[in-house]
């Protein structure tokens, strides 16, 4: 199985920073890879899939980069609502991995 | 209204079984591959089974091979997780969640439902 990290596991950011999470596959994905968002109680939503492309009706803060085994997740401006649990997952091969998840809260 | 919604969910004693269904509706529901997605209280995502749109292929984690069964009925619009021989490593919030395509099996997940409990324990 391809095992995913995420880091950091939390962060403390305020409104408008620019928040960084990044995920590193145990070998090469090729690209297949999402990020999710998951607030408190909710079902996880599709922010990015294909490493950079933004799904329908996400907005264009959320950005997505890398490549190999490296992939990043960029919020370019944090909002109120971005405080929340991300996870990247792979969907390279079988079984679908995901990252432990970095939590961003409110510094 | 495009969506998914779990039933199912409960209180089982370990070794019990309990059955899962995720109603579909909004979207040609035949033309997706589907998923049953898990997370422990307080945990991460766990990816448990999927099923292509035709049931011809059907994967399960290593964590539930043997012991759950995953199914689909298109002429009903739903999914279903027969759980079998449950263990209270099992409890989770259980999640449907739709492939990302609808022509070919993507791997990622864009539609989830908003999950059911099943809890295990004596």
């Known amino acids: 199985d391809i095992q995913m990290t995420q880091s950091p596991s939390s962060l403390s950011a305020s409104v408008g920073d620019r928040v960084t999470i990044t995920c590193r596959a145990s070998?090469?994905?090729?690209?297949?890879l999402a990020w999710y968002q998951q607030k408190p109680g909710k079902a996880p939503k599709l922010l990015l899939y294909?490493?950079?492309r933004l799904e329908s009706g996400v907005p264009s803060r959320f950005s997505g980069s890398g490549s190999g085994t490296d992939y990043t997740l960029t919020i370019s401006s944090l909002q109120p609502e971005d405080f929340a649990t991300y996870y990247c997952?792979?969907?390279?091969?079988?079984?679908?991995?995901f990252g432990q998840g970095t939590k961003v809260e409110i510094k | 209204e495009v969506q998914l919604v779990e039933s199912g969910g409960g209180l089982v004693k370990p070794g019990g079984s309990l059955r899962l269904s995720c109603a579909a509706s909004?979207?040609?529901?035949?033309?997706?591959?589907m998923n049953w997605v898990r997370q422990a209280p307080g945990k991460g995502l766990e990816w448990v089974s999927s099923i292509s749109s035709s049931s011809s292929y059907i994967y399960y984690a290593d964590s539930v091979k043997g012991r759950f069964t995953i199914s689909r009925d298109n002429a009903k619009n739903s999914l279903y997780l027969q759980m079998n021989s449950l263990r209270a490593e099992d409890t989770a919030v259980y999640y449907c969640?739709?492939?990302?395509?609808?022509?070919?099996?993507?791997?990622?997940?864009?539609?989830w439902g908003r999950g059911t409990l099943v809890t295990v324990s004596s």
């Open positions: 997952q792979q969907y390279y091969s079988t079984p679908p991995t």
């Open positions: 070998q090469g994905i090729s690209n297949s």
């Open positions: 909004g979207f040609t529901f035949s033309s997706y591959s």
């Open positions: 294909a490493a950079s």
């Open positions: 969640a739709r492939d990302g395509s609808s022509s070919s099996w993507s791997g990622y997940f864009d539609l």
